[in-house]
T-cell receptor, first 114, second 114 residues
Framework: DVKVTQSSRYLVKRTGEKVFLECVQD?????MFWYRQDPGLGLRLIYF???????EKGDIPEGYSVSREKKERFSLILESASTNQTSMYLC?????????????FGEGSRLTVL | AQSVTQLGSHVSVSEGALVLLRCNYS??????LFWYVQYPNQGLQLLLK??????LVKGINGFEAEFKKSETSFHLTKPSAHMSDAAEYFC????????????FGAGTRLAVHP
């Protein structure tokens, strides 16, 4: 069974803290994504990676960075968390550039910044 | 630029009634379109996808969607709602440039009452 695992389901952090959200997939997918989900806004792409050490900004990259040192792992980093980054964060993965198949999602990490 | 509009943030139906969730898209290239479902406290999973083959697409759990180019629509239907269909549904269009980057609509929350 395919699996995308996000390390933390719920996190509470304080303003200014550095936050790491980890995502691991076991399907040997080339592409990995970080989305942010907010009510009334749907999902918005923060960053994606199409290969190890390769990354591209999505639609809302400000305040975030990412790291992909191994093919199966994609990390989202909030260098200095702010209250407007309180949200649900979803990681997803898929096969390569031309594949039109589905994205496989993790269960999400709900982050609250106080 | 591509975009997706879902009409109706909340839809409520009776068990056994027709489910109709509306999605309109904007795309300057032939679109790849998707419907995803999110059950409470879970990630998203693919219901169905349109990739320029048949215009009527059948998905899991009895759902189907029809691609209508003239109306730029991709509405999701199910003939008879079940209590287990209560969830949030997202329509998405694949961004040009490959890598399976998706643009999601704002989502429609479906409630099913006895």
């Amino acid at each position: 069974d395919v699996k995308v695992t996000q390390s933390s389901r719920y996190l509470v952090k304080r303003t200014g803290e550095k936050v790491f959200l980890e995502c691991v997939q076991d399907m040997d997918h080339e592409n990995m994504f970080w989305y942010r989900q907010d009510p009334g806004l749907g999902l918005r792409l923060i960053y994606f990676s199409y290969d190890v050490k390769m990354k591209e900004k999505g639609d809302i990259p400000e305040g975030y960075s990412v790291s992909r040192e191994k093919k199966e792992r994609f990390s989202l980093i909030l260098e200095s968390a702010s209250t407007n980054q309180t949200s649900m964060y979803l990681c997803a993965s898929s096969f390569g550039r031309t594949n039109t198949g589905e994205l496989f999602f993790g269960e999400g990490s709900r982050l609250t910044v106080l | 630029a591509q975009s997706v509009t879902q009409l109706g943030s909340h839809v409520s139906v009776s068990e056994g009634a027709l489910v109709l969730l509306r999605c309109n898209y904007s795309s300057s290239v032939p679109p790849y379109l998707f419907w995803y479902v999110q059950y409470p406290n879970q990630g998203l999973q693919l219901l169905l996808k349109y990739t320029s083959a048949a215009t009527l697409v059948k998905g899991i759990n009895g759902f189907e969607a029809e691609f209508k180019k003239s109306e730029t629509s991709f509405h999701l239907t199910k003939p008879s709602a079940h209590m287990s269909d209560a969830a949030e549904y997202f329509c998405a269009v694949r961004k040009s440039g490959g890598y399976n980057k998706l643009i999601f609509g704002a989502g429609t929350r479906l409630a099913v009452h006895p």
